[in-house]
């Protein structure tokens, strides 16, 4: 098994949407700060909501910068049931790093909402104007992104031009 780096866009999106729950990471001082947060995902932007107020908002006043992690298709493998040291969690993920916008306007924040939602359900949703006024909406538009995919198989070569992958 081996690990493989994907840099397609298609590929990257589609283990985003893939995800149910993202790992949303913040520096208070000099200490990490890790959330798993619900989102939505459009136009290489995340979205995520909070209440108005609380400790990730204060720390996010102070220094925008974030990263969040997407994890999915997670499964034990390994090369030999009795060697521990071959024992791996195969999956994808993608880490993203950008700075978060809080967003004001009424419209966008309902659009958010939305795209939120999309993420979740195929429902079409109405939000009260109290509703929206008292959500906090963060906008990040990612700066940079990877993506892995780890315990990917190898990639055997044929004489007859053909590819075979083994675990």
């Not at 996010?60 to 024992?87: G, M, R, W």
């Not at 999309?118 to 990040?140: L, M």
Request: glycine share 6%; with cysteine; hydrophobic share 35%.
């Amino acid at each position: 098994m081996k690990t493989v780096e994907h840099l397609d866009k298609e590929r990257i999106e589609a283990i985003i949407k893939k995800c149910d729950v993202c790992f949303v990471g913040v520096v208070d001082g000099d200490m990490p700060y890790v959330l798993p947060m619900n989102f939505g995902y459009r136009d290489n932007v995340i979205y995520l909501h909070s209440a108005p107020g609380g400790r990730i908002i204060n720390i996010l006043e102070k220094n925008k910068n974030i990263c969040i992690t997407f994890s999915t298709d997670h499964e034990l493998a390994f090369q030999h049931p009795e060697v521990a040291c071959s024992y791996r969690m195969k999956s994808k993920s993608v880490v993203a790093w950008g700075k978060v916008q809080f967003q004001e306007d009424f419209e966008k924040k309902e659009e958010a909402l939305n795209i939120m939602m999309e993420q979740y359900s195929e429902k079409k949703f109405k939000y009260s104007g109290p509703a929206i006024r008292n959500v906090k909406i963060w906008e990040v538009p990612i700066d940079h992104v990877t993506c892995k995919e780890f315990g990917a198989p190898h990639e055997k070569y044929q004489g007859d031009g053909t590819v075979r992958r083994s675990f």
